[in-house]
């Protein structure tokens, strides 16, 4: 049985940090790039970053310089560093996991919430 489990949101201040993860089980990491997603209420689902199994990254424009991705192939485990959040940053984040076969197997974490308020 595949699991994504995400930790690591809270509650932060504008100007703060916060660091996710996101555990991976029942599925081969190093075959499977990974991502986090963000979902803000009454908006749709958004790509934040990328990390290919190779370790090329994406980011979206609004968090580049800000979101660092990163991956432990040993600890199947995939994270996100959020520095210098802003309020608009608030929201659920998922972890999304795509396998390199040609299915494409498509995972998703149940999300973690992310707030960022004074």
């Known amino acids: 049985q595949v699991q994504l489990v995400e930790s690591g949101g809270g509650l932060v201040q504008p100007g703060g940090s916060l660091r996710l993860s996101c555990a991976a089980s029942?599925?081969?990491?190093?075959?499977?790039?990974m991502g986090w997603y963000r979902q803000a209420p009454g908006k749709q689902r958004e790509l934040v970053a990328s990390?290919?199994?190779?370790?090329?990254?994406n980011y979206a424009d609004s968090v580049k310089g800000r979101f660092a991705i990163s991956r432990d192939n040993a600890k199947n485990t995939v994270y996100l560093q959020m520095n210098s959040l802003k309020p608009e940053d608030t929201a659920v984040y998922y972890c999304?996991?795509?396998?390199?076969?040609?299915?494409?197997?498509?995972?998703w974490g149940q999300g973690t919430q992310v707030t960022v308020s004074s």
């Open positions: 999304n996991a795509v396998g390199i076969t040609k299915e494409r197997p498509n995972y």
């Open positions: 029942g599925i081969i990491f190093h075959f499977y790039d």
């Open positions: 990390i290919t199994r190779g370790g090329s990254t």
